[in-house]
C-alpha cells in the first residue's frame, strides 16, 4: 500500500506489496554497497517521531484495519531501540488490527542491538528482519563494501535467533563474477547453515549504471556470469545448503528461472530441476531479458 507522503522512489520486499509502508528513515546508513544504487541520491537521516506520529495518526484515518506495515527505507533497524519501540507502540494504538511490522537490516544493525531490546522490539510485534546478506564469502563482501564479515553475520543472526525473531535473507546470484563464482556460492551456504533463517530469498545481479559494480564490469575487472552460470552458481549453493525448514524463494524479476522450495525438505527436487534445465540448456526455458528486472 503506497504511503501518504514519501521521498523519493519506494523499496520495499514482494512479500510486501499489501503492507502499508511507512518511511521511518531516509536512505541508508552505510550507502557504500558497490552494487547497490537505490539511496545514493538520498543522505541518511531518521525522520523526527512527531512527524512520523502524524503520519501514522493520518494513515491509521484511511486504512485503519491495516494488518501489516513495513518501514521503510534501507535500513530502519538502525534506528536506536527506544526510538524504534516508539514507533511500534504507536503504530500498536493506530491499528488495532495489527499483526506484524517489518524492515530492513543490515548485520551490522542486530550486532548494535542486545538480545534484550530484540526480544522487546519483537514483543510490540516487530515480526520479520529482511536481512540483506548478499554473500556469505569474505573476500566477496570485502569487495563489495558490506562493511561487515562473515562472523559478524552469524553474530548478529544468533542474536535474532535467540530473541525469536525471524530472518529473511537475500542472497545476490551473480555478485562475485565469474572469478568468484563457486567460493560466492559455497561459502554462503556454510553461512546460511549455520543461521539456518526461516525466510531465503534469491535475486540475480542486474548492474545497475552508475554503480561501482557496474563499472568493474564494463572495465572487465569482474566478469559477468552467463544465464546458464548464474543457475550453475545457484545449484551449487544449494547442492551445499542444510536447513531445517527454510522457505526458499527465487522467483524475484531478476531471476532467470523461477524457483519455489522448503528447504532442505525439497532440495533433490529442486536439484534435480536445475540439473535438467542446465542439461537442456534451451533459452526457451528462461525468461526473457525483456521481463528481467529490479
Ligand atoms: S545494499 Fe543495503 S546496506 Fe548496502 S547500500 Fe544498499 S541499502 Fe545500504
Same mark, same amino acid.
Given at each position: ?23 521511518? *528513515?531516509?536512505?541508508? $546508513?552505510?550507502?557504500?554497497? *558497490? ?21 501514522? @495518526?493520518? =494513515? ?13 527505507? #534501507? ?10 519501540? $516508539?514507533?511500534? @507502540? ?23 542491538? $542486545? ?31 558490506? #562493511?561487515?564479515?562473515? @562472523? ?11 530473541? #525469536?525473531?525471524?530472518? =529473511? ?6 555478485? #562475485?563474477?565469474?572469478?568468484? *563464482? ?5 561459502? *554462503? ?64 524479476? =531478476? ?32 525468461? $526473457? ?6
Amino acid at each position: 500500500m503506497m504511503p501518504l507522503q514519501y521521498e523519493g522512489d519506494v523499496y520495499r520486499p514482494p512479500s510486501e506489496a499489501s503492507s502499508l509502508i511507512l518511511q521511518v *528513515t531516509i536512505g541508508c $546508513s552505510h550507502n557504500q554497497c *558497490t552494487f547497490c544504487g537505490m539511496y545514493k541520491k538520498k543522505k541518511f537521516r531518521i525522520r523526527n517521531l512527531e512527524e512520523l506520529k502524524q503520519d501514522i @495518526e493520518k =494513515s491509521s484515518r484511511f486504512i485503519p484495519h491495516a494488518g501489516r506495515v513495513f518501514l521503510a527505507d #534501507g535500513n530502519a533497524l538502525t534506528i536506536p531501540s527506544d526510538q524504534l519501540l $516508539s514507533i511500534l @507502540e504507536y503504530l500498536n494504538r493506530a491499528f488495532p488490527k495489527l499483526e506484524r511490522v517489518s524492515l530492513y537490516g543490515n548485520p551490522q544493525d542486530l550486532l548494535e542491538k $542486545s538480545v534484550k531490546e530484540l526480544v522487546e522490539l519483537k514483543n510490540n510485534k516487530l515480526g520479520i528482519v529482511y536481512l540483506g546478506l548478499e554473500t556469505g564469502s569474505a573476500s566477496v563482501l570485502k569487495d563489495i563494501k558490506k #562493511g561487515v564479515t562473515p @562472523e559478524d553475520i552469524i553474530l548478529g543472526a544468533e542474536k535474532a535467533k535467540e530473541a #525469536g525473531l525471524p530472518l =529473511s535473507i537475500t542472497i545476490l546470484n551473480g555478485l #562475485g563474477g565469474l572469478e568468484a *563464482t563457486e567460493e560466492h556460492a559455497r561459502e *554462503t551456504a556454510q553461512v546460511l547453515n549455520i543461521i539456518d533463517p526461516e525466510y531465503l530469498g534469491l535475486l540475480s545481479l542486474m548492474p545497475v549504471p552508475g554503480t561501482v559494480i557496474h563499472r568493474w564490469f564494463e572495465q572487465g575487472r569482474l566478469k559477468a556470469l552467463n544465464p546458464w552460470q548464474l543457475l550453475e552458481e545457484i545449484k551449487m549453493m544449494v547442492e551445499d545448503l542444510e536447513l531445517t525448514h527454510c522457505i526458499f524463494r527465487a522467483n524475484h524479476a =531478476s531471476n532467470y528461472l523461477p524457483m519455489k522450495a522448503v528447504l532442505s525438505r525439497d532440495r533433490e527436487a529442486l536439484l534435480s530441476e536445475l540439473k535438467r534445465v542446465l542439461a537442456r540448456g534451451k533459452p526457451g526455458s528462461l525468461k $526473457s531479458d525483456l521481463f528481467r528486472g529490479l
